[in-house]
């Protein structure tokens, strides 16, 4: 079974710029959810996605938004990009149709903003 | 006070030593908690979930779980050079709406 796929792996983006980033799920997975990865933070929640719908999101602002499809894809979007931006952007699926499905983790997409 | 607090090491142990991972939580609504082994420019990989208390056993790892005390551990046996990553707890609550992640724990196994 193919594991969470996360594209690009590396972006290299200068402040002021947006970007947009693409999850698929692993088959069968209708729940995606975002964190954002820094050393210093660890992992923070962004949100999470269920059939098409935004389930629940954490303390980000407006400038970090998302997606699914129809497919259980998802792409989530960083709108005027900050230096603080730079971090590694995680994407994880789980089943959630029953409670408490664990996570599943892509290998992320690595943001440098400069 | 964070929900979840784990010790971010560095922790260094020579091969076949038992390794001792740990987090504490304040929230007694958690039932589910999670072990994630992370390496370097690569996404947590899912070791262990287990449920409310007790222990669970899984090769050369196991996880242990102790609500009166709001405490979990990993424990690693002969412990490999492979073993070297960060490892992350998790756990969530019934409603599951949401993982609490802790800092990770960076884990060095020496040859």
């Known amino acids: 079974k193919a594991g969470v796929t996360q594209t690009p792996r590396y972006l290299i983006k200068t402040r002021g710029q947006q970007v947009t980033l693409s999850c698929s799920p692993i088959?069968?997975?209708?729940?995606v959810s975002w964190y954002q990865q820094t050393p210093g933070q660890g992992l923070q929640f962004l949100f999470e996605?269920?059939?098409?719908?935004?389930?629940n999101k954490g303390n980000f602002p407006g400038r970090f938004s998302g997606r699914q499809f129809s497919n259980s894809r998802s792409e989530m979007n960083v709108s005027t990009l900050e230096l603080g931006d730079s971090a590694l952007y995680l994407c994880?699926?789980?089943?959630?149709?029953?409670?408490?499905?664990?996570?599943?983790f892509g290998n992320g997409t690595r943001l440098t903003v400069t | 006070q964070k929900e979840v607090e784990q010790d971010p090491g560095p922790l260094s142990v020579p091969e076949g030593a038992i390794v001792s991972l740990n987090c504490t939580y304040s929230?007694?609504?958690?039932?589910?908690f999670m072990w994630y082994r992370q390496y370097s420019r690569k996404g947590p990989e899912l070791l262990m979930y287990?449920?409310?208390?007790g222990n669970k056993e899984d090769g050369r790892f196991t996880a242990q779980v102790d609500k009166s005390s709001k405490y979990i551990s990993l424990f690693i046996r002969d412990s490999q050079p492979s073993d070297s990553a960060t490892y992350l707890c998790?756990?969530?609550?019934?409603?599951?709406?949401?993982?609490?992640f802790g800092t990770g724990t960076s884990l060095t196994v020496i040859p």
């Open positions: 998790a756990m969530s609550s019934n409603t599951g709406n949401q993982f609490y």
């Open positions: 996605y269920f059939s098409e719908t935004q389930r």
């Open positions: 994880a699926s789980s089943r959630r149709d029953r409670e408490n499905s664990p996570l599943h």
């Open positions: 929230n007694s609504a958690f039932q589910y």
């Open positions: 287990t449920y409310s208390s």
């Open positions: 088959s069968g997975h209708r729940s």
